[in-house]
C-alpha cells in the first residue's frame, strides 16, 4: 500500500531550496512504493507554471523525469543531490513538457519514452495505450494509457498508485483542445477517472487556483469544492504546491468529471444560456465557458 508523507520529504528539500537560494521548489511527498524500495517524488517547478516530475530511488539514487519543458533545474537537482538520470518520460508534444529533452541527453544519454502517435525529437520509445513500459533502474513500471484531447497522441503513464496526467487531467481542470473533439476528452478523463480513487494525479502545471475559481461557478453548491478552493487559495498564499491531488477529490470537484451531475448542469445551462441534453453537451460547454474566462 502506497503512503504519502509529505512533511518528511518536504522539510530535506526546503534545505536544498535554501542551499540554492531558490525557495521555489516545492515537494509534493514520499511514496512508498514497495516494502524496502522508496521512491521520492519530487516537483520541480520550471518555465511559468509548469512542474517536472522527478522521480527518486532513494536506495540507489536513480532517478526518473517526466516532462521536463527545461533542462537547467533538473541539471541542478542532479548535482544538488548527486542523482542519476536514468529515464525521461514524454505526456505529449507541447514545448513546456520536452523542450529539456536535448540538453538532458547532453548531460547523460538515457532512453526518452513517448507518444508513439506524436512527433517528438530523441524520442527513443514511441509508446501507445496498451503498452507498459519497466525502468528496471529506478525500480518502476507503469501502463500507458492513450488520453487525447489535448493533443491527438498524449499519453499518460500510471503505476504504484501514481498517475502522471500531463496537460489531460488538471487539478480541478482539463487541458485546453488544441488537437482534438469534446468526445475523444471526455473519453479521456473517463480512463482516467476509472482509475482507483485513491491514486495520486500528477499534473502538468500549477493551475489548481483558477480551476477551482472557475469550478464554483458551474458547481455553485458543491461544498467539497468550497472547501477545497478554501484550502489551495490558502497554500497559494504561501506558494505550496497544490499537487498531487487523489482522484477521489477530483471526482468530487473536478466540474470536467462531473458533466453528469444535475447541479453542473443546471449551472452550466443558465451560464450558457441554452439546453444541454447530454452529458458531452455538459461537457463541452464548461470547456467553452473554460475557454472564454
Ligand atoms: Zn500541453
Ligand atoms: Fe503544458
Known sequence: ??????????????????????????????????????????????????????????????????????????????????????????????????????????????????????RIAHCSHGLNGGDRIDLEAAGLQFDVLDVPGHTAGHIAYSGHGLLFAGDCLFAGGCGRLFEGTPSQMLESLD??????????????????????????????HNRALKDRLRQVIQQRGQEQCTLPSRLATELATNPFLRADNPGVRQATEALSGQPLPSRLDVFTAIRRLKDAA
Do not use: K
Open 1 to 118: 500500500m502506497l503512503r504519502c508523507n509529505t512533511r518528511c520529504v518536504a522539510r530535506s528539500l526546503e534545505d536544498v531550496g535554501r542551499r540554492r537560494r531558490t525557495p521555489t521548489v516545492r515537494v509534493p511527498g514520499i511514496v512508498q512504493v514497495a516494502y524496502s524500495r522508496m521512491i521520492n517524488v519530487l516537483a520541480i517547478p520550471a518555465l511559468v507554471d509548469n512542474y517536472i516530475w522527478m522521480l527518486i530511488r532513494e536506495q540507489s539514487r536513480d532517478c526518473v523525469v517526466v516532462d521536463p519543458g527545461e533542462a537547467e533545474p533538473v541539471l541542478a537537482m542532479l548535482a544538488e543531490q548527486g542523482l542519476q538520470l536514468t529515464a525521461i518520460l514524454l505526456t505529449h508534444h507541447h514545448g513546456d513538457h520536452v523542450g529539456g529533452v536535448e540538453a538532458l541527453l547532453q548531460h547523460r544519454s538515457v532512453p526518452v519514452y513517448g507518444p508513439a502517435r506524436e
Open 191 to 220: 480512463t482516467l477517472a476509472a482509475l482507483p480513487p485513491d491514486t495520486l494525479v500528477y499534473c502538468g502545471h500549477e493551475y489548481t487556483e483558477a480551476n477551482l475559481r472557475f469550478a464554483s461557478g458551474v458547481d455553485p
